[in-house]
């Protein structure tokens, strides 16, 4: 049965750090890309971070770069978001999905290298979520 499995949440001070676990049963991750998106009450769900199939390349929204690291076990067919440095505004529902391929959503307007912000039409299958609270 096709399913994608989030894990990691809870809460936590500013500062600290979370890794979240998406955990795909179904497909693999040589074949979809996947992305993590977060969703904070009262806003729009945003892109977060995108790994690839083919490559592994990554990606990641401004807002989390340098903080975040995203990371997949082909073994265990599980993907990785590492959180360090959280801040309050990190505090969200955070869901992984999954796409074939490639991460769509990966703008590069400023010419500082590719930002993710992620399609959310494009997204085949959608985990559950797990909330991420970041508050002292």
């Known amino acids: 049965q096709l399913q994608l499995v989030e894990s990691g949440g809870g809460l936590v001070q500013p500062g600290e750090s979370l890794r979240l676990s998406c955990a795909v049963f179904g497909l693999t991750l040589d074949t979809y890309a996947i992305g993590w998106f977060r969703q904070a009450p009262g806003k729009e769900r945003e892109g977060v971070s995108c790994?690839?199939?083919?490559?592994?390349?990554?990606y990641y929204a401004n807002s989390v770069k340098g903080r975040f690291t995203i990371s997949r076990d082909n073994a265990k067919n599980t993907v990785y978001l590492q959180m360090n440095s959280l801040k309050p505004e990190d505090t969200a529902v955070y869901y992984c999905a999954a796409e074939q391929l490639t991460c769509s959503g990966v703008y590069d307007d400023s010419g500082d290298g590719p930002v993710f912000r992620g399609n959310y039409y494009a997204m085949d299958y959608w985990g559950k979520g797990t909330l991420v609270t970041v508050s002292s």
């Open positions: 790994i690839s199939s083919s490559d592994g390349s990554t």
